[in-house]
């Protein structure tokens, strides 16, 4: 079974700094894809970034990126130049590839505030 | 395309009785998922549609739950004899192929609390 850890449940930046959420990975599979979901407060969930396992260069999507250990398997996100949108949940989550559902595995997620 | 709809989107409901929920998948996507997301947990996967067929379940889907996907299009989950542990919001996702590829499209989901 796969697992997913975000160790940070809260965490805050000011406006136009930069942060970082830890996650941490468990699994015994080699091809997965991991991600990265924002979901602000009563607003759905929407995809912030995504890496294939099998890609040595972290992805990255404008402000934000990622660093991804695969050796170490772990997977954290930087967001920089931080503004007041960025606040919400962030979860880790994580999907094995090839046949199959890809059914998402998250993490419990980290509540980041930016203060103004 | 809206994206994913979610009807409705809060429900209160007794304990014992029925409530069923739909999901609205952007049209062209052909998997469609329902995960469950408690009160400071992240979403968990309950099934998995591809087409009209389920094709996975989780073990957290009793059998006081069920799915339909009919003709491939819209997706109702219903859960008989609610609990007060069934609490919680309901997330459909949809994707198109291999979602992993382009990611999944959340609706806002159905909040549901049994009282």
């Known amino acids: 079974a796969q697992t997913v850890t975000q160790s940070q449940p809260e965490m805050s930046v000011q406006e136009a700094e930069t942060v970082t959420l830890s996650c941490t990975y468990d699994?015994?599979?080699?091809?997965?894809?991991l991600f990265w979901y924002k979901q602000p407060p009563s607003r759905q969930m929407i995809l912030v970034i995504r890496q294939e396992a099998y890609k040595q260069q972290n992805a990255t999507e404008n402000r934000f990126s990622v660093n991804f250990q695969k050796a170490a398997k772990s997977f954290s996100l930087k967001i920089s130049d931080s503004q007041l949108g960025d606040t919400a949940m962030y979860f880790c989550a994580f999907a094995i590839s090839g046949a199959g559902s890809y059914q998402l595995t998250f993490g419990k997620g980290t509540k980041l505030s930016v203060i103004p | 395309d809206t994206g994913v709809s979610q009807d409705p989107r809060h429900k209160i409901t007794k304990r014992g009785q029925n409530v069923t929920f739909r999901c609205d998948p952007i049209s062209e996507h052909n998997r469609l998922y329902w995960y469950r997301q408690t009160l400071g947990q992240g979403p968990e996967f309950l099934t998995y549609f591809q087409n009209e067929a389920q094709l996975e379940k989780s073990r957290l889907l009793s059998d006081r739950f069920s799915a339909e996907r009919p003709k491939g299009s819209f997706s109702t989950l219903e859960i008989q004899r609610t609990e007060q542990g069934d609490s919680a919001m309901y997330l459909c996702a949809s994707s198109l192929g291999a979602g992993a590829i382009g990611g999944y499209t959340f609706g806002s989901g159905t909040r549901l609390t049994v009282v």
């Open positions: 699994t015994s599979e080699n091809n997965y894809y």
